[in-house]
């Protein structure tokens, strides 16, 4: 069951993005059982952190002011595949719905990464040109480093091979690393629908120009 819930204003339809018009952006959440896909969700929300969730699969609508612009995140928070799904499995349906995704595990959860490993692949391979469809891979739990099972180079390799974001973070410990996650995954959207559109050629040569004077700089 995938229960709608509404937070601030929300619009339907896709939304071209331009300097004067709302962007909207289809997020799906995946990840094995209890690696914190609902905490993540909720701390991007309501920037709290509540402890329990339970396990109702939901699409949350979540509108925010971002750069003078706003963005409507459409963000569907997939619940474990406990029962139909084997894990690491995604739907046609999910493909088909999402501009984006984000994988979790927990650091401390080595055989949730290798679910985001099959995940990843499984994406790269219905999604095939990879860049079009932006993956933000995450470590959650970051606070229990004691009791890490993954490595940050393992997250770090594997996202690099995959051509995904990359980011560890606590969502029980602060919602900053939550919000640079979304915002990042917006950025690589914003950058795979200029890039169909044929518009992300002047700000790839910004950005290269800023990588080479921002290293200078650092010298
Ligand atoms: N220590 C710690 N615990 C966390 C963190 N994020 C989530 N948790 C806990 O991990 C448990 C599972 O969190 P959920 O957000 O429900 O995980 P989920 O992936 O949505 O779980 P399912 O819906 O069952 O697949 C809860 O007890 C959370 O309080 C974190 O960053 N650190």
Redesign the pocket.
């Known amino acids: 069951m995938v229960v709608h819930v509404n937070s601030g204003a929300h619009h339907t339809g896709k939304t071209m993005d331009s300097n004067q018009q709302k962007v909207e952006a289809n997020i799906l959440l995946l ?12 701390r991007f929300i309501t920037r709290r ?1 509540i ?5 109702i699969e939901s699409i949350y609508c979540h509108s925010d002011r971002i750069d003078g612009r706003e963005v409507c995140f459409n963000i569907w ?4 595949p406990q029962n139909a799904l084997a894990a690491g499995e995604i739907t046609e349906k999910q493909l088909q719905w999402a501009d984006g995704f984000i994988l ?1 595990y ?1 650091i401390c959860d080595r055989s949730s990464f290798s679910v985001v490993h099959q995940q990843v692949q499984h994406i790269r391979r219905c999604k095939k040109t990879s860049g079009a469809f932006p993956v933000v891979i995450v470590g ?5 480093h004691h009791r890490r099972t993954v490595s940050s180079e393992e997250g770090r390799l594997l996202a690099l091979s995959a051509d995904c974001g990359f980011f560890e ?5 602060a919602h900053h690393g939550v919000i640079i996650v979304f915002h990042e995954l917006l950025e690589l959207i914003r950058e795979a629908r200029a890039l169909r559109k044929g518009t992300a050629g002047i700000k790839n040569i910004v950005r290269s120009m800023s990588a080479v004077f921002g290293r200078r700089r650092a010298e």
């Open positions: 990840g094995a059982e209890k690696v914190g896909k609902s905490a993540l969700t909720v952190f402890g329990e969730y339970g396990n928070d997939s619940s474990h979790v927990s959650n739990k970051r606070d229990l973070i606590s969502a029980a410990e």
